[in-house]
């Protein structure tokens, strides 16, 4: 005769209810990893939108150097396409008023207000630098920064 009680082994719905579980534990680690790649492709897109304002910025204090304040001191928009993505540079100079009474100082303080734009897929970022710069002088004083 034989017994239920003595049977060694596991019924069919135990293992239907064990791989069940472990499919879902599985389906939740899966997930986990595509959101951490996710975050890791817009860290580097970030990282990468740094490095180019970096050197936007870097080559705007070179061309300032070399140009007259007429043409670099405006607003300005250009786009440019670096290594995976497409950015549009943004540019604004506003006057920063400046308590000095001597008429060479005033209004040549600048804030430089920039903006980073770029477009990954559907989804859209933007990055903000902002800083301030000294217009040249026409005098310079006795160690070259002028008045």
């Not at 049977?7 to 951490?36: A, H, M, W, Y």
């Not at 396409?81 to 600048?110: A, G, M």
């Not at 903000?128 to 710069?133: A, E, P, V």
């Amino acid at each position: 005769m034989y017994n239920l009680s003595q049977q060694k082994g596991f019924t069919l719905i135990e293992v239907l209810i064990s791989v069940s579980i472990l499919s879902f534990g599985l389906v939740i680690l899966l997930q986990g990893n595509v959101r951490l790649l996710n975050i890791i492709r817009i860290s580097e897109n970030t990282l990468n939108a740094i490095s180019e304002a970096e050197i936007k910025m870097a080559e705007f204090e070179i061309k300032m150097k070399d140009a007259s304040k007429e043409i670099f001191f405006e607003k300005s928009i250009e786009s440019f396409e670096s290594r995976k993505n497409f950015f549009i540079w943004e540019i604004d100079f506003l006057d920063v008023p400046v308590k000095e009474t001597e008429e060479k100082v005033k209004n040549k303080l600048k804030e430089v207000r920039t903006k980073m734009s770029w477009k990954e897929g559907k989804r859209k970022g933007s990055l903000f630098l902002h800083t301030f710069i000294r217009e040249p002088l026409d005098e310079l004083d006795s160690d070259g920064f002028g008045i």
